[in-house]
């Protein structure tokens, strides 16, 4: 059981690195479509790529809670919890790197994406295996988190907070405007 859960996990890795780094151009690529912009960065804010590592989490839980799930009652629960410690590790490895060396750097905020990315799967198979968080409110908690996230995410590309996480510091604009 413990090594069909590692393969998951490691595809779910796979899955939202590559999926991420291809949502990274589809805004672009549709010529600007608001529908590529619910999915995908349309700008280069922080915000944005963190939604890059979120909504390819969000689409292979589905499919892992569909497939997976009924041998891991506590999915949603940790899943939850794996996916905002992704999401927290890429605006505090990037503001910490960028804070240290005064500049940003392509192949580092590469590698902030792929650190969370990892993180989360890592923190996700070690919370399944050992079977926490399994009391009912949890993993309603855990889905209304999931979900919630999942509005965030597309309602902030186009509502932004006027705060620096979503302020593209190449234009200085926020969300699709």
């Given at each position: 059981m413990q090594k069909r859960l590692f393969f998951w996990e490691a595809g779910g890795f796979l899955f939202t690195g590559a999926l991420g780094v291809l949502l990274h151009f589809v805004y672009e690529w549709s010529g600007g479509s608001p529908l590529a912009a619910a999915f995908s960065a349309v700008n280069e804010s922080t915000w944005e790529h963190m939604k890059l590592l979120y909504l390819p989490l969000f689409v292979f839980s589905l499919a892992q809670l569909c497939l997976l799930g009924r041998n891991y009652p506590n999915f949603p629960a940790v899943r939850a919890q794996s996916a905002l410690t992704g999401?927290?590790?890429?605006?505090?490895?990037?503001?910490?790197?960028?804070?240290?060396?005064?500049?940003?750097?392509?192949?580092?905020?590469?590698?902030?994406?792929?650190?969370?990315?990892?993180?989360?799967?890592?923190?996700?198979?070690?919370?399944?295996?050992?079977?926490?968080?399994?009391?009912?409110?949890?993993?309603?908690?855990?889905?209304?988190?999931l979900w919630g996230l999942a509005f965030c995410f597309v309602w902030c590309t186009f509502h932004p907070v006027r705060l620096a996480l979503w302020r593209d510091p190449v234009t200085g604009r926020y969300g699709i405007s």
């Open positions: 999401l927290a590790l890429i605006p505090i490895l990037f503001y910490t790197y960028t804070g240290v060396l005064g500049r940003h750097f392509v192949w580092a905020d590469i590698a902030v994406f792929f650190l969370a990315d990892l993180g989360a799967f890592v923190l996700d198979f070690v919370l399944l295996r050992r079977g926490r968080c399994r009391a009912g409110w949890r993993q309603v908690l855990g889905l209304a988190v």
